[in-house]
């Protein structure tokens, strides 16, 4: 394709400036880049050493050209190359770098849009924590594009493997292309997530996520109410004892059992075994017909867990 923009007359004496477009619609991608081929002649015969000034006008601004001025080669051309990071139409004018050594031309040239490509790097923050329910494992995702700088504000959708609870579906990445979601379980094992770029059909699997054996129960305390006061050994009187099991997971310290045992012949306890409430308590009253120092000792999860308390009965 050749245009001129400025019509002269057919004079065998006056050099003439050709161009053809050789590339177009290339990505506006930074590197690819569209191109035309200039020619300077006279007389059908090539100019080697004319110079042409181009202009380009890009609606963006994006629109890159290696130098404003170019030098024909020994076969009067030159091959001026055109990269953009927009996809637009943009025109470029090349005219004499010396007024009216020779005409002008114009073309224009297409820039399509990039077809988004994403590196994506996955790290893992946080892993191998216990499946109680609680703690965390945290993983990111870092999306960079096509020119390896950071995406911002993707919406990326991660969906979690079964058995596992994500703390957030939906991540917008941060100005470091960066987006990152905690997630819990309450089995061990391996788990994985898939992260989508949400509406693009891109799709990253997440493994490696491991999850390990969480003891139910992390601690059992006794607590006694009245050691301000003195508690007679007449039978009537009694010591109460207020239990706590500490959880490491969700709702699983209630309805748990809890073992009474006494280092004492005549002490006795309200009862053996005690249950826990939806909240981990559970309370005992202990009673004694003898005055003396009693060891009150609570036993759960299997012999695990154990408190103990020191009460004293006078006389």
């Given at each position: 394709m050749m245009n001129n923009i400025v019509s002269r007359a057919d004079n065998e004496s006056v050099m003439k400036l050709t161009s053809a477009i050789h590339v177009n619609n290339s990505p506006a991608n930074g590197t690819d880049y569209n191109a035309i081929l200039f020619a300077v002649t006279r007389n059908e015969v090539p100019c080697p050493g004319q110079f042409i000034h181009f202009s380009v006008y890009s609606p963006s601004g994006n629109a890159t050209l290696p130098s404003p001025y170019a030098e024909t080669d020994s076969n009067g051309n030159f091959l001026l190359k055109i990269t953009n990071t927009v996809a637009e139409d943009v025109l470029i004018v090349a005219a004499p770098a010396i007024s009216d050594a020779f005409n002008s031309t114009s073309d224009t040239l297409k820039f399509s849009q990039v077809e988004e490509l994403y590196n994506i790097q996955v790290t893992t923050l946080v892993n191998k924590s216990a499946a109680d329910g609680t703690s965390q494992n945290k993983v990111q995702l870092k999306i960079n594009n096509a020119l390896n700088k950071p995406v911002t504000n993707k919406l990326v959708q991660f969906l979690p493997s079964t058995g596992l609870t994500l703390r957030d579906r939906f991540v917008l990445t941060d100005s470091d292309g960066v987006a990152a979601v905690s997630c819990t379980a309450l089995a061990e094992g391996d788990y994985f997530i898939s992260a989508e770029i949400y509406g693009e059909n891109v799709v990253q699997a997440?493994?490696?996520?491991?999850f390990t054996k969480s003891s139910e129960l992390s601690g059992l305390s006794g607590y006694v109410l009245n050691n301000t006061l003195q508690v007679s050994a007449d039978g009537v009187e009694y010591w109460e004892i207020v239990y706590f099991l500490k959880k490491s997971a969700r709702d699983i310290n209630a309805n748990k059992e809890i073992s009474i045992v006494l280092n004492s012949v005549t002490a006795y306890p309200s009862k053996r075994t005690i249950i826990t409430d939806d909240t981990g308590m559970a309370t005992l009253y202990v009673?004694?017909?003898?005055?003396?120092?009693?060891?009150?000792?609570?036993?759960?999860?299997?012999?695990?867990?154990?408190?103990?308390?020191?009460?004293?009965?006078?006389?």
């Amino acid at each position: 394709m050749m245009n001129n923009i400025v019509s002269r007359a057919d004079n065998e004496s006056v050099m003439k400036l050709t161009s053809a477009i050789h590339v177009n619609n290339s990505p506006a991608n930074g590197t690819d880049y569209n191109a035309i081929l200039f020619a300077v002649t006279r007389n059908e015969v090539p100019c080697p050493g004319q110079f042409i000034h181009f202009s380009v006008y890009s609606p963006s601004g994006n629109a890159t050209l290696p130098s404003p001025y170019a030098e024909t080669d020994s076969n009067g051309n030159f091959l001026l190359k055109i990269t953009n990071t927009v996809a637009e139409d943009v025109l470029i004018v090349a005219a004499p770098a010396i007024s009216d050594a020779f005409n002008s031309t114009s073309d224009t040239l297409k820039f399509s849009q990039v077809e988004e490509l994403y590196n994506i790097q996955v790290t893992t923050l946080v892993n191998k924590s216990a499946a109680d329910g609680t703690s965390q494992n945290k993983v990111q995702l870092k999306i960079n594009n096509a020119l390896n700088k950071p995406v911002t504000n993707k919406l990326v959708q991660f969906l979690p493997s079964t058995g596992l609870t994500l703390r957030d579906r939906f991540v917008l990445t941060d100005s470091d292309g960066v987006a990152a979601v905690s997630c819990t379980a309450l089995a061990e094992g391996d788990y994985f997530i898939s992260a989508e770029i949400y509406g693009e059909n891109v799709v990253q699997a997440i493994t490696g996520i491991s999850f390990t054996k969480s003891s139910e129960l992390s601690g059992l305390s006794g607590y006694v109410l009245n050691n301000t006061l003195q508690v007679s050994a007449d039978g009537v009187e009694y010591w109460e004892i207020v239990y706590f099991l500490k959880k490491s997971a969700r709702d699983i310290n209630a309805n748990k059992e809890i073992s009474i045992v006494l280092n004492s012949v005549t002490a006795y306890p309200s009862k053996r075994t005690i249950i826990t409430d939806d909240t981990g308590m559970a309370t005992l009253y202990v009673y004694n017909t003898v005055a003396e120092s009693v060891v009150v000792s609570a036993y759960a999860d299997n012999d695990n867990l154990v408190a103990r308390n020191k009460i004293v009965f006078s006389s």
